[in-house]
């Protein structure tokens, strides 16, 4: 089955205490992009990537970080996390030229205390 | 720079009525238009989406939506809702990315 996969999909953690997000793909999409979604704000994309070794800030890269080692993964790091990172994460991934081609992972819910 | 704009945060409709999600968006060029829902705790579904061509889309679950140019706008409608449409619902534009609106959120009154 065609998939964005995020782990985990619940998490709580303490001020400073670095974490990693992991988003994998299976379908040999080459754009993948990380949102954090805020009640009233919508979807807000943090990084995106066009394809590997290629990532790029999207609207709110502040405190966060990406890598894009292998084509199907695309992990999120905060390396020191704060409260205001407590959000809704999702992962997507699409097809080169078709950023409406979207495919959404489930979602990380992220607490930060 | 484009942005969309969801100007309703909630709206609660009974049963069997009708719904209307409101979504306007900027963008300089001819946009790619979506609305996306969102169940409780579940991820984004694509609802329906609009490229080109006939201006009334339709989409799963009974949705459509019907976009206006010179209202640079996209609302959502269904014509009777069921409790199960219950959700946030997104409005979203692509035009060198995708942005998404702040959401509306929907209850579903017995």
């Known amino acids: 089955e065609a998939q964005v996969t995020q782990n985990p999909r619940y998490l709580i953690t303490v001020t400073g205490k670095k974490l990693t997000v992991t988003c994998s793909q299976n379908?040999?999409?080459?754009?993948m992009s990380w949102y954090r979604q805020d009640p009233g704000l919508g979807l807000r994309q943090i990084y995106y990537?066009?394809?590997?070794?290629?990532?790029d800030k999207g609207d709110v890269p502040e405190g966060y970080k990406v890598s894009r080692k292998e084509k199907r993964n695309f992990p999120l790091i905060l390396e020191s996390p704060s409260p205001n990172q407590t959000s809704l994460y999702f992962c997507?991934?699409?097809?080169?030229?078709?950023?409406?081609?979207?495919?959404f992972g489930s979602g990380t819910r992220l607490t930060v205390v | 720079a484009q942005s969309v704009t969801q100007p309703d945060i909630h709206i609660t409709v009974s049963e069997g009525a009708s719904l209307e999600l409101r979504c306007n968006y900027s963008?300089?060029?001819?946009?790619?238009l979506f609305w996306y829902v969102q169940s409780p705790g579940q991820g984004l579904q694509l609802l329906l989406k609009?490229?080109?061509?006939?201006?009334l889309v339709q989409g799963i679950k009974g949705f459509e939506a019907e976009f206006k140019r010179s209202q640079s706008s996209f609302n959502l409608r269904k014509p009777s809702v069921h409790w199960s449409d219950a959700a946030e619902y997104f409005c979203?534009?692509?035009?060198?990315?995708?942005?998404f609106g702040g959401g509306t959120r929907v209850l579903v009154k017995p």
């Open positions: 997507a991934s699409s097809p080169p030229g078709t950023v409406h081609r979207y495919t």
């Open positions: 379908m040999n999409h080459e754009y």
């Open positions: 990537s066009m394809n590997v070794e290629v990532t």
């Open positions: 963008y300089g060029a001819t946009p790619y």
């Open positions: 609009y490229f080109s061509g006939d201006t």
């Open positions: 979203a534009v692509v035009g060198n990315k995708l942005t």
